[in-house]
């Protein structure tokens, strides 16, 4: 990574973020810098920062290179994706292509699918004013995740020490933060899938990502 000067998050407890948080303390420890997002207060929406995401969410990545470029992403998916690559002992390479097809599956799985059900659960319970939810809507997402999403990462786990097989990769820290996020709601609750996160909870980075998990303001 020594065409990587300089990497600030913009973060906010057990969000989203959190994934890529584990993933940096993963690969760099604590060398990265962290902004944190007050989300709460509506820091998402100044101009300055909807100069960096017009989505208004964390994460959001500051990437300077050593050339002193500088580069904006955002997308917590993408960015695992990203910063996995410029470290293989957190991705297949794409050479290995039935490896790399797994992972990417996963991935996808995780950042798009399952993590849309978690959302609109908390929506509909959380967030929205509550005349604009949903119970019902909740419930069908929730019977998803049990029915659907759960035996797929039983069956892995079942078989695997992590979510892609024997090697721990980027693909984890979207998984684990999404279980840690569905265990919130009762969700998961399957001893292989307890096994898992018991196993993830236990590497420092992981301890160091959610370190902060106290200030999350529901």
């Known amino acids: 990574m020594s065409e990587i000067k300089n990497l600030t998050l913009h973060h906010y407890p057990l969000s989203r973020s959190a994934r890529v948080k584990w993933l940096l303390h993963e690969m760099r420890g604590e060398d990265f810098e962290v902004h ?23 994460p959001v990545l500051e990437v300077t290179y050593a050339d ?11 960015i695992l994706t990203w910063l996995a690559d410029l470290d293989d002992r957190f991705a297949p390479k794409p050479s290995d ?6 992972y990417l599956q996963i991935l ?3 950042g798009s699918w399952m993590d849309q059900m978690l959302w609109n659960i908390r929506l509909h319970e ?12 909740a419930q069908f997402n929730r019977d998803k995740i049990e029915n659907e999403i759960t035996p797929q990462l039983v069956a ?9 097989g024997e090697t721990f990769t980027a693909a984890d820290c979207l998984t684990g933060q999404n279980l840690n996020w569905a265990r919130a709601y009762g969700l998961c609750a399957n001893p292989v899938l307890k096994d898992y996160m018991k196993r993830m909870k236990s590497r420092p980075a992981f301890q160091l990502a959610f370190a902060d998990a106290k200030d999350f303001e529901g």
């Open 36 to 58: 944190r997002v007050a989300l709460r207060q509506g820091g998402q929406y100044t101009p300055e920062y909807l100069a960096k995401n017009p989505n208004h969410a964390v």
């Open 68 to 78: 002193g470029s500088e580069q904006v992403i955002f997308e917590s998916m993408a």
């Open 97 to 102: 292509l039935k490896a790399r097809a797994d």
């Open 108 to 110: 996808a799985l995780g």
């Open 126 to 137: 959380n967030i929205l004013p509550k005349a604009a939810r949903n119970a019902a809507f």
């Open 156 to 164: 892995r786990l079942s078989e695997n020490a992590f979510i892609c």
